[in-house]
């Protein structure tokens, strides 16, 4: 006696068959996918897939140029046209960005006060880089610093890879 799939044309047999094949190409799918996306991230530069930042370290000033509490030096790296202030807080020494998390005018150390001032809106920023006042709603950006055989290092955060770069067939 023949059950009610067979009736209808499908047998048993052809039933555990579709669904072998139903298997085999949700199977092959995910197998495909997975050899797409290994063969996209050969393709693409590194920092598309891994940590998009690395820190490049660069040598700010001699530590006796900012050994005094209070001291602050205002270091330019004009080959990547940035600008950081060191200081030294309370025998702490420690490095800033000077561009304003409002609207990027550049901030100043008002040394006597010891604290970061905008001129454009007049925010305030603490000497640890934390808003006091004004309309910015986060701190300064803060660099680690290294100090090494008595020279300072300023590590920046880059993009592990520049969009030129790829253009010109660098950095992949
Ligand atoms: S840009 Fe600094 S407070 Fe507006």
Redesign the pocket.
């Known amino acids: 006696m023949e059950n009610k799939s067979e009736e209808k044309g499908i047998t048993r047999r052809g039933f555990f068959q579709r669904i072998l094949v139903g298997f085999g190409l949700i199977i092959s799918a995910g197998a495909t996918g997975a050899i797409a996306s290994q063969l996209l991230k050969s393709l693409m530069p590194s920092g598309w897939f891994g940590e998009p930042y690395v820190y490049r370290k660069v040598y700010a000033a001699p530590i006796t140029e900012i050994n005094q509490v209070g001291a602050s030096i205002i270091f330019e790296d004009k080959a990547n046209n940035r600008k950081a202030i060191l200081i030294n807080n309370g025998g702490n020494i420690q490095a800033f960005s000077l561009v304003?998390t409002?609207?990027?005018?550049q901030?100043f150390w008002e040394k006597e006060r010891g604290k970061f001032l905008?001129p454009?809106?007049?925010?305030v920023f603490a000497a640890d880089g934390s808003v006091e006042s004004?309309?910015?709603e986060k701190s300064l950006d803060q660099y680690p610093v290294e100090i090494k055989d008595g020279l300072v290092y300023i590590s920046f955060r880059e993009p592990t890879w520049q969009p030129e770069q790829y253009f010109r067939g660098e950095g992949l």
């Open positions: 304003c409002h609207l990027g005018c901030v905008c454009c809106h007049t925010a004004g309309p910015p």
